[in-house]
Antibody, heavy 121, light 106 residues
Framework: QVQLVESGGGVVQPGRSLRLSCAAS????????IHWVRQAPGKGLEWVAV????????YFADSVKGRFTVSRDNSKNRVYLQLNSLRAEDTALYYC??????????????WGKGTTVTVSS | DIQMTQSPSTLSASVGDRVTITCRAS??????LAWYQQKPGKAPKLLIY???NLESGVPSRFSGSGSGTEFTLTISSLQPDDFATYYC????????FGQGTKLEIK
């Protein structure tokens, strides 16, 4: 079954870092761009970042630009979201989602179940 | 940035009703719009892409229309499984979601 599985979430203090991982199964990750989308408790969806199929292009929402980075290891079928300088407002459920294009400027056709990040002292 | 605004924020309807949700873009996005359904505790599910294309496996009671700045998602005859929150998403130049429309049982 085609699926994405996120991991790496947890409780972290403000200012600290965390790395999230997104693993793909039953499809070849290197053929797709991958987005990260987050959802704060009780709130709507917020697009966070996208990485192209080969990692050559990356784009970020203004709210995380300069603090978050995204990378991928296609040999391991994984994409990573590095969260630095975390703030309370970064507390959310983080989803990775597949984009059927190579470049990452399309919609999202497969979603993981998400991993929770809580930023609290 | 191009902003996406959905209306209404909440919609109360009954099984069998025809309902329409609107999504407006602050400037033209051609047909680069998708619709998603999200149920509590679940990941979003793609319903419609490129404004009017039905994703495989999605019931035909769902339809999308529009282009430019105004788009609609229509459910022709509400089923019990359709009560959820719906989001529009613009794409093709970065990405952004509308704030969501919660479809409730009347």
């Amino acid at each position: 079954q085609v699926q994405l599985v996120e991991s790496g979430g947890g409780v972290v203090q403000p200012g600290r870092s965390l790395r999230l991982s997104c693993a793909a199964s039953e499809f070849t990750l290197s053929n797709y761009a991958i987005h990260w989308v987050r959802q704060a408790p009780g709130k709507g969806l917020e697009w966070v970042a996208v990485i192209s199929y080969d990692g050559s292009n990356k784009y970020f929402a203004d709210s995380v630009k300069g603090r978050f980075t995204v990378s991928r290891d296609n040999s391991k079928n994984r994409v990573y979201l590095q969260l630095n300088s975390l703030r309370a407002e970064d507390t959310a459920l983080y989803y990775c989602a597949r984009d059927p294009s190579l470049t990452g400027d399309y919609y999202m056709d497969v979603w993981g179940k998400g991993t929770t990040v809580t930023v609290s002292s | 940035d191009i902003q996406m605004t959905q209306s209404p924020s909440t919609l109360s309807a009954s099984v069998g009703d025809r309902v329409t949700i609107t999504c407006r873009a602050s400037q033209s996005i051609s047909s680069w719009l998708a619709w998603y359904q999200q149920k509590p505790g679940k990941a979003p599910k793609l319903l419609i892409y490129k404004a009017s294309n039905l994703e495989s496996g999605v019931p035909s009671r769902f339809s999308g229309s529009g282009s430019g700045t105004e788009f609609t998602l229509t459910i022709s005859s509400l089923q019990p499984d359709d009560f959820a929150t719906y989001y529009c998403q613009r794409y093709n130049s970065y990405s952004a979601f509308g704030q969501g429309t919660k479809l409730e049982i009347k």
